[in-house]
T-cell receptor
Framework: GENVEQHPSTLSVQEGDSAVIKCTYS??????FPWYKQELGKGPQLIID?????GEKKDQRIAVTLNKTAKHFSLHITETQPEDSAVYFC???????????FGTGTSLTVIP | DSGVTQTPKHLITATGQRVTLRCSPR?????VYWYQQSLDQGLQFLIQ???????AKGNILERFSAQQFPDLHSELNLSSLELGDSALYFC????????????FGQGTRLTVV
């Protein structure tokens, strides 16, 4: 099955700096890649997603890039704020499109 | 609020017991997924239902079963519970269940003692 690797596992940045989280996937048939933010005690919240026919997508301070050839995708958060502190998960859809394989998560801390 | 409702929020039970976790999907969503989240395993896909029928199965133990009812709510049944089953169990829903956004509930924290 699909294998999703995520790096780094922890990330600390100063408020206002940028944060980048990277993921790789193994199955070239995967074509949908969501990113989730999970705050303590809450369920994962979809923050942005990208499909394989698009190379980049942006939503305010958050952007995701996808390189299909290299099979990797990244989350970019600019002008980080303390409320961005959370665990972020990348995911890739299965080839059949009906389940997600998640990365192991990145714990982001934004230092005020 | 994602619109996905899970009950109960917390559950403490003894080894060997059986519990049922309940999930109500977002209005209009036909597909329900169940995931298990533990510290050392991350988010693991268990099973997916679409409009009452099982569509995909992941690493779900034989002691676990699920179903989706005609009103589209779903239940995850865990039996012969072991200490290692302690985890957060999440339900997610999506409209078609195929390469589309999935929205997660707040989860049920199961503690087996």
């Amino acid at each position: 099955g699909e294998n999703v690797e995520q790096h780094p596992s922890t990330l600390s940045v100063q408020e206002g700096d940028s944060a980048v989280i990277k993921c790789t996937y193994s199955d070239s048939a995967s074509n949908y890649f969501p990113w989730y933010k999970q705050e303590l005690g809450k369920g994962p919240q979809l923050i942005i997603d990208i499909r394989s026919n698009v190379g980049e997508k942006k939503d305010q301070r958050i952007a995701v890039t996808l390189n299909k050839t290299a099979k990797h995708f990244s989350l970019h958060i600019t002008e980080t704020q303390p409320e961005d502190s959370a665990v972020y998960f990348c995911a890739a859809s299965s080839p059949t499109g009906n389940q997600f394989y998640f990365g192991t998560g990145t714990s982001l801390t934004v230092i005020p | 609020d994602s619109g996905v409702t899970q009950t109960p929020k917390h559950l403490i039970t003894a080894t060997g017991q059986r519990v049922t976790l309940r999930c109500s999907p977002r209005s209009g969503d036909l597909s329900v997924y169940w995931y298990q989240q533990s510290l050392d395993q991350g988010l693991q896909f268990l099973i997916q239902y679409y409009n009452g029928e099982e569509r995909a199965k992941g690493n779900i133990l034989e002691r676990f079963s699920a179903q989706q009812f005609p009103d589209l709510h779903s239940e995850l049944n865990l039996s012969s519970l072991e200490l290692g089953d302690s985890a957060l169990y999440f339900c997610a829903s999506s409209d078609t269940g195929w390469n589309t956004e999935a929205f997660f509930g707040q989860g049920t924290r199961l503690t087996v003692v």
